[in-house]
């Protein structure tokens, strides 16, 4: 996956955990908190999504890797590759 | 793998395994769902609630995203919360904005004090913990206001079993997320909600055996093998005890399991206390006026977390259902709730046992029929619970209904790292109590547990 699939997975689970925000203009350097209204249960939302549709594993203390889409870039697309993009499931 | 028990935090971490694709059993030792959130019938038509009597906005949320939109749409916000006792008496809206207009307004409380109380709450760090006390925090905020303190922390004891001697930092999470944006309840009542839920379950495809007594969690070489219930073994990989986490590790796996370390901080694991109940159903036909939905109210002239568990306390919660509660159900029943001590009740003999519940029952209807005069002669079933009660029912020890102190809350999230693929959710500490604080402890304990069985199949292949 590059990074704009790694963007677009990412955005994919935060709609299905936010279904009312809009995520169009979200900025890819700024915290995500920042810009959308995500608690604690949502990011343990994001982890659990990435381990039944990608099998990845974030563990505990990685989890604030996560805190941005670049972050996100970053961390993920190393576990990403060759893996298919899966939205809208 | 298994679910022990179908408390809120059981029902709500089987829930989000079965999305992930685990294949659950759930496993419950009485015939309904629910644990404490739970409900019960008596002849004539009344049905009463044990535990619903209003949770944080944040169960909607919640509900939303773990159970289903159906379930989500059923939580209205309660009409009327109300305070009456010798210090105030005032109607609420159970909003921030509210306490900080009433603080001030009713209080006579500094804008400015108040302002720098909230700022401190919201800055309140989980791994930041001063060691501060509840009661410490009032203090240095509102000294000498006795009277402000019982209207920061009464409604939480009711809810969670809260005491001022309790640390400041669980507070401050608790009171951010329930006294912020009103109370709210469940449309339908406790049975329509834990049906919903039951048939969400089936139809992800979790199996459930009521009526199911575990009687031990089987461990070995350090690691969970299976449960064994009606003298069979049921293997598995993974097993989630929503079960109180003194009786996990003492009763359903044993001391031997578990290095003498983490046996002994377990063992100094303070129970939380327990509650009495009364519960009043009206005749058929009968009908009261709307009162409140939710009284708190209290004839001691100072609040002291000791007096609200006391056997013979005036201080107590009054939960009236109307028939907005059951649309369709033209029913009116009301259920009063106080703190209690096991100790107060286990050792009473029959008679006595039954006495004191005769007296309980009848300083309740003098109270109620302060506030809604003609009540008792409306009231056709009155029965009480009393911490024997929750013990016989839950099985939770001595009767707890609100799980452990907040000690409990590092045993419980470090389990499996004693006992690989065993994992505990249910109520420890005050955070992870009542309605929400459960639900949610059920979703983080189901992250860990998958992540345990994802990591599984990763060795195998």
């Known amino acids: 996956m590059n990074r704009e699939e790694i963007i677009l997975a990412i955005k994919d689970i935060i709609q299905t955990i936010a279904p009312d925000e809009d ?21 343990l939302d994001i982890v659990m999504e990435l381990r039944k549709r990608y099998g990845v594993q974030v563990p505990e203390e990685d989890y604030k890797e996560l805190a941005t889409l670049d972050g996100c870039v970053a961390y993920l697309a190393p576990h990403m590759q060759g893996k298919t993009l899966k939205v809208g499931v | 793998m298994v679910v022990v028990g179908s408390g809120l935090a059981g029902l709500t971490g089987a829930v989000v395994l ?49 159970w289903s939109k159906e379930i989500a749409d059923s939580i209205v916000r309660l009409d009327g919360i109300r305070f009456d006792n010798p210090q105030f008496r005032f109607d609420t809206e159970f909003t921030r904005e509210d306490f900080v207009a009433k603080l001030q307004s009713v209080f006579g409380v500094e804008p400015a004090a108040i302002e720098r109380f909230f700022a401190e709450l919201a800055r309140m760090d989980f791994y930041s913990d001063s060691g501060e006390t509840v009661g410490e925090l009032f203090e240095r905020h509102f000294p000498g206001r006795n009277d402000v303190h019982r209207l920061l922390l009464e409604p939480i004891s009711y809810a969670n079993g809260s005491h001022l001697s309790d640390p400041a930092i669980a507070y401050g999470i608790v009171f951010g997320n329930f006294m912020a944006s009103g109370v709210y309840t469940f449309s339908g009542g406790t049975d329509k909600l834990v049906k919903s839920m039951k048939a969400e379950l089936e139809r992800l495809g ?5 009526r199911v007594q575990v009687d031990r969690i089987l461990v070995e070489r350090g690691r969970v093998r299976g449960v064994e219930a009606h003298g ?8 989630l005890s929503n079960a109180n986490l003194k009786a996990t590790v003492e009763r359903l796996v044993g001391r031997e399991h578990f290095t003498s370390e983490y046996a002994e901080s377990v063992a100094k694991v303070r129970l939380n206390n327990s509650s009495c109940q009364v519960y009043m159903g009206l005749r058929e036909g009968e009908s009261i006026p ?115 102190k907040f000690e409990g809350l590092k045993p419980s999230m470090t389990l499996h790292e004693q006992v690989r693929g065993l994992f505990h959710a249910g109520s420890v500490g005050i955070i992870m109590s009542g309605w929400l604080g459960a639900a949610n402890y059920g979703v983080i304990a189901a992250n860990k547990v998958d992540a345990w069985l994802h990591s599984l199949v990763e060795v195998e292949a």
Not at chain 1, 23 to 43: C, G, H, Y
Not at chain 2, 25 to 48: D, I, M, P, S
Not at chain 2, 206 to 210: F, G, K
Not at chain 2, 353 to 371: G, N
């Open chain 2, 290 to 404: 709307f009162v409140t939905d939710l009284l708190f109210t209290s004839t001691a002239s100072r609040f002291d977390s000791l007096e609200l568990c006391e056997m013979d306390t005036s201080s107590r919660t009054f939960s009236f259902y109307y028939p907005k509660t059951r649309p369709g159900l033209e029913r009116y029943a009301i259920v009063a709730s106080t703190n209690a001590h096991w100790s107060d009740w286990n050792l009473l003999s029959p008679a006595e046992y039954e006495s004191r519940k005769a007296l309980l029952v009848e300083r309740t209807l003098e109270s109620v029929e302060h506030y809604v005069p003609g009540v008792r002669g409306k009231i056709e079933h009155v029965e009480a619970a009393t911490p024997r009660t929750f013990e016989f029912y839950v099985q939770s020890p001595e009767g707890t209904s609100f799980g452990t």
């Open chain 2, 18 to 66: 079965a999305r992930a694709g685990r294949k659950v059993l759930l496993v419950e030792q009485h015939y309904n769902l629910g644990g404490l959130a739970t409900w019960f019938k008596r002849r004539g038509g009344h049905v009463f609630d044990v535990s619903l009597h209003g949770f944080p906005a944040g169960m909607k949320k919640t509900c939303r995203k773990y």
């Open chain 1, 23 to 43: 995520l169009s203009e979200l900025k890819t350097d700024v915290r995500l908190r920042d810009q959308i209204e995500l608690d604690s249960m949502d990011f």
């Open chain 2, 232 to 239: 069979r073994v049921i293997a598995c990989g993974a097993v």
């Open chain 2, 206 to 210: 979790v199996h459930i055996r009521n």
